[in-house]
């Protein structure tokens, strides 16, 4: 809606992980460098784990661009699979048509292909998992096999596991320690700080080539990092409904006030009415409760 009176090329705060828009804080630097040496050197587990929208999956998509030419990918966008999907989709994704339903048929086929297609030819494979932290724990066992994919001299397949925070936590259950032992590049990716979440803002509305100049105040960024935190989602989503607003009152230099109305908007403007009905507490209170509970309460 906005773009036309910026002359925005296109939107500077999407949501998708673009990684044209990937803004190299210092964190998202030296997460990539880990991957990339860990990569580069053979490493068969590596494990990137971050707090929601800090940027992990971004940094795969950036991190597929840069070894494209020497590694072949496979990405797993949806971990609710059981352990013969989670083979198929493996093969999927690296081209092949699965030839059967047996753990053994499917892992004979993915081993015949990493050794005479990609071994023999010079590059590697890896394998990407993004939100890992929702695998099941046979899964996650069948993942660890995985790794003893290998020759004499390497790993026939590299594998990388993307998470919330909650994934750190569910690799030290004792089932998983075999797995978790094998995982030797980590890195905990953090949220920006305050100087960088203000590079990040204006570098994303440079690279959507405005045709105006459009700032921020100081006081408009320092509501922006309170309400964000320095999360890269969270930062797009208010610039987005900032610039909304600034486009509605005809303007290029967002203030706090804009800022404020974004935040209105995100939470839901008319929601406080919600709140505010009589029987609100009621619906709050039985939704906090699970299955047969909130049946029994609304007489289903």
């Not at 005809?250 to 006030?257: F, G, L, M, V």
Request: glycine share 6%; net charge positive.
């Amino acid at each position: 809606m906005y773009q036309k009176f910026f002359g925005f090329q296109e939107s500077p705060f999407p949501i998708t992980p673009n990684p044209d828009f990937f803004y190299l804080s210092s964190e998202h630097l030296e997460a990539l460098q880990h991957l990339i040496y860990g990569i580069n050197n053979g490493e068969g587990f590596l494990l990137l784990v971050g707090g929601i929208g800090t940027g992990k999956t971004t940094i795969s998509r950036v991190l597929m661009k840069k070894l494209k030419d020497s590694v072949v990918t496979s990405l797993i966008l949806n971990p609710f699979l059981n352990e013969i999907e989670f083979l198929q989709t493996i093969l999927w994704d690296f081209g092949l048509i699965p030839q059967g339903e047996s753990k053994k048929v499917l892992l004979d086929q993915l081993n015949e292909f990493l050794l005479f297609d990609v071994a023999e030819k010079g590059k590697r494979a890896l394998l990407i998992i993004d939100e890992a932290q929702n695998l099941g724990l046979e899964v996650m066992e069948q993942i660890r096999i995985l790794s003893n994919l290998e020759t004499d001299k390497e790993k026939l397949l590299q594998i990388l596991l993307i998470g919330q925070e909650e994934l750190f936590f569910k690799l030290q259950l004792p089932e998983l320690r075999q797995l978790n032992q094998r995982i030797s590049v980590r890195y905990y990716l953090k949220p920006l700080t305050k100087k960088e979440m203000k590079e990040y803002i204006y570098f994303r509305i440079e690279k959507a080539q405005p045709k105006v100049d459009i700032s921020f105040k100081k006081s408009a960024l320092r509501r922006i990092y309170k309400y964000t935190g320095g999360i890269p989602r969270l930062i797009n989503l208010i610039c987005d409904r900032a610039l909304l607003a600034a486009f509605v009152e005809n303007r290029t230099i967002i203030t706090k006030k804009m800022v404020l109305k974004a935040e209105k908007s995100l939470r839901g403007e008319n929601f406080d009415e919600l709140e505010r009905k009589e029987d609100a507490p009621f619906l709050k209170r039985i939704f906090l409760k699970k299955g047969k509970e909130v049946k029994n309460e609304l007489n289903i």
